[in-house]
């Protein structure tokens, strides 16, 4: 009876969460904001592919967006407690995941890529997998890179494994030869080597990805996000958002 209870008392605070938002009319998009070109602030702004999505999808839906910054790890977490309505910034859909939140259909497949000063002797990945006992591997926490890394790559070493607050401050601690290594989705590593002629990246061997939004389970906004979402894939909007944030670091 308890437990009946407690599960009636639960649902009915999901339920007013939900209320409360569709009475406010805006959504709390929560990011680290420090993951270009898919989340960042410029002039201020928060801005990026996934915010640019957000509106467009959201807006469609009828809702504006208020943007919180976080760290990386707290992202699910802060959605999954319901202190947040969705949660951004290129995160990769894995089952581990999926037994906190839901997540909404893919958006972009994407790839960990390896990226060392453009000096190294580390040039391709078996080179990396041969060094991978005498070397630091920068990651940002929390990330499937931090995983694939702690998990795979220094397996043997975890010490080896060094993780950071955000990917800049990774690639920071590379150019500065705090680290050999950096470990980073494609299109952030990209966004890293656009203006820069002191690194080089290949790709890693951490399986292919795919990147999607995050809801509470079971929250009711997700099957109208999936059909505005699939509409604007269909009609190339997604595809231009693209262009837009990724065709300086192309």
Do not use: W
Not at 120 to 142: F, K, P, T, W
Request: glycine share 8%.
């Amino acid at each position: 009876m308890k437990k009946i209870l407690a599960i009636a008392i639960a649902a009915m605070f999901i339920l007013a969460g939900i209320s409360a938002v569709a009475e406010n009319g805006t959504l709390t998009l929560a990011s680290n904001y420090e993951f270009a070109p898919y989340v960042y602030k410029a002039d201020g702004e928060y801005t990026g592919i996934d915010v640019a999505i957000a509106k467009l999808v959201f807006g469609e839906m009828g809702y504006d967006i208020q943007c919180e910054d976080m760290d990386f790890g707290a992202i699910i977490i802060g959605v999954q407690q319901g202190k947040y309505d969705v949660g951004c910034g290129a995160i990769t859909i894995t089952d581990e995941r999926k037994q906190n939140v839901d997540f909404s259909i893919p958006y972009e497949s994407a790839v960990q890529q390896v990226v060392v000063l453009a000096d190294s002797e580390l040039a391709d990945m078996a080179a990396v997998r041969a060094a991978a006992d005498g070397i630091l591997v920068g990651v940002q926490q929390d990330t499937t890179g931090h995983y694939y890394v702690a998990d795979n790559l220094c397996a043997g070493n975890p010490d080896n494994c060094q993780p950071f607050a955000t990917a800049a401050d990774a690639i920071q601690a590379l150019k500065s030869g705090r680290i050999d290594v950096v470990v980073v989705d494609d299109g952030v590593a990209k966004e890293f080597l656009a203006d820069d002629d002191s690194l080089m990246m290949f790709v890693s061997d951490c399986p292919p990805e795919e990147y999607g939004f995050c809801f509470a389970q079971g929250n009711p906004l997700l099957e109208e996000f999936n059909a505005v979402l699939q509409a604007k894939l269909d009609d190339g909007s997604v595809a231009a958002i693209f262009a837009e944030f990724k065709s300086d670091a192309e």
